[in-house]
Structures are given as structure tokens and as C-alpha cells.
């Protein structure tokens, strides 16, 4: 089975400073990666996937097959970013039900 | 489109016994799948079904159970209920196990004293 790590449970950086969160995977074949995020007192959603290539509410994330890595990215952090993070992958080869990191919490200070 | 829809919403059982939680999918969708949610191991895998049979189960002991029913609604259920078993569950549901999108609902959170 494929694994996902979010090495980070808090992150906490300045309104208008960078965000990286940091996803790492374990995965056999070309998997398939997502972001999902969940505001306080709203349901979990989809952030982005990496087949979309989009950036969504600024933020952007690049699948690097070499590092097995899938950071979320964004270059100036609002305070309404603020939220728990979660990678997701893929429980096996195919579009199986996802597996979810640990997930990240994001605090954005004024 | 109404979301996916839990119930209930919060509920609190004593160890030893069981529960019985409910999920709407969005209408349309045919794969629902199940989750738990606890602030030390994040969301776990329970399992999903897809047009009333399960296609796959997370590692969980026999004591969690589900079905779906032919109108894509699904039960989960959890027998002689423990201590940890408290937490925040989880149904997603998609259209059809072709693609990743889960749609979550609110939850149903278990307290088990």
C-alpha cells in the first residue's frame, strides 16, 4: 500500500511571508496527488490535484518524481489561509479510495 | 445538489456497545467511503463500497462493519465499542471509482466513555 508524510503537524508563519507544506510519498507507478483542506467548521475539500496543473486561492503544487515529494506552495499567506492541510494519494496502483498524510495545520498571524 | 449528509451528528455510547452510523452520497454518486478522524493519526481508511459491495477495507478490526444499500446509501457500524474508538467519522462520496475527488460530509462524532 502507498504511504503519504507530512512531516509538519503545525506550521505557523507571518501574513504576506511564503508557505511551503511538505508532503512526501511512497507510491509504486505514477500516482495521482491531491490537497485537500478543511477551514475551521467546514467540511474537508479539495484543494488541487496535480493532473489539473491549476493554482487555486494562490496556491500551487509541484509533483517532483525524483524527491517523491508534493509540496503545496503559495508566496504571500493570508490570514484566511488558515486551515489543516492534508496530502492524499491513492490507496493502491489505480483509482483506488485515497490514503491521507496526518495532515498540517496552517496558522497565518497578522 | 444537497451534500453528503450524516447521521447523527454526535452521539455518546459506553464501551460494550454498539452504533450504527448513516451517509447520504450525492446524488448520482455511487462509491461511498468511510473514514476516521483523530487529532493523533489524522484520517484512516475504513472502507468503501461501490454499488452495494465493498471494493476495499482499510486496517481495522472486524468490529467495524458497513453496507450500502441499493439506493447508494451506507451504514457503518462498530461493535462492543472501546475507549479509542472515539472519534470523528468520516463519509465521502464520489461519482464512480474513476476519479479521486472525494465529497466529504460534516461528520458524525462518537464519544465513547
Known amino acids: 500500500a502507498q504511504r503519504v508524510t507530512q512531516p509538519e503537524k503545525l506550521l505557523s508563519v507571518f501574513k504576506g511571508a511564503p508557505v511551503e507544506l511538505k508532503c512526501n510519498y511512497s507510491?509504486?507507478?505514477?500516482?495521482?496527488l491531491f490537497w485537500y483542506v478543511q477551514y475551521s467548521r467546514q467540511r474537508l475539500q479539495l484543494l488541487l490535484r496535480h493532473i489539473s496543473r491549476e493554482s487555486i486561492k494562490g496556491f500551487t503544487a509541484d509533483l517532483n518524481k525524483g524527491e517523491t515529494s508534493f509540496h503545496l506552495k503559495k508566496p504571500f499567506a493570508q490570514e484566511e489561509d488558515s486551515a489543516m492541510y492534508y496530502c492524499a494519494l491513492p490507496l493502491f496502483s489505480g483509482n483506488t479510495p485515497l490514503v491521507f498524510g496526518k495532515g498540517t495545520r496552517l496558522s497565518v498571524i497578522a | 445538489k444537497a451534500g453528503v449528509t450524516q447521521t447523527p451528528r454526535y452521539l455518546i455510547k459506553t464501551r460494550g456497545q454498539q452504533v450504527t452510523l448513516s451517509c447520504s452520497p450525492i446524488s448520482g454518486h455511487r462509491s461511498v467511503s468511510w473514514y476516521q478522524q483523530t487529532p493523533g493519526q489524522g484520517l484512516q481508511f475504513l472502507f468503501e463500497?461501490?454499488?452495494?459491495?465493498?471494493?476495499n477495507k482499510g486496517n481495522f478490526p472486524g468490529r467495524f462493519s458497513g453496507r450500502q444499500f441499493s439506493n447508494s446509501r451506507s451504514e457503518m457500524n462498530v461493535s462492543t465499542l472501546e475507549l479509542g474508538d472515539s472519534a470523528l467519522y468520516l463519509c465521502?462520496?464520489?461519482?464512480?471509482?474513476?476519479?479521486?475527488?472525494?465529497?466529504f460530509g460534516e461528520g458524525s462524532r462518537l464519544t465513547v466513555l
Open positions: 463500497y461501490f454499488s452495494e459491495t465493498q471494493r
Open positions: 507510491y509504486s507507478g505514477s500516482p495521482e
Open positions: 465521502a462520496s464520489r461519482a464512480g471509482t474513476d476519479t479521486g475527488e472525494l465529497f
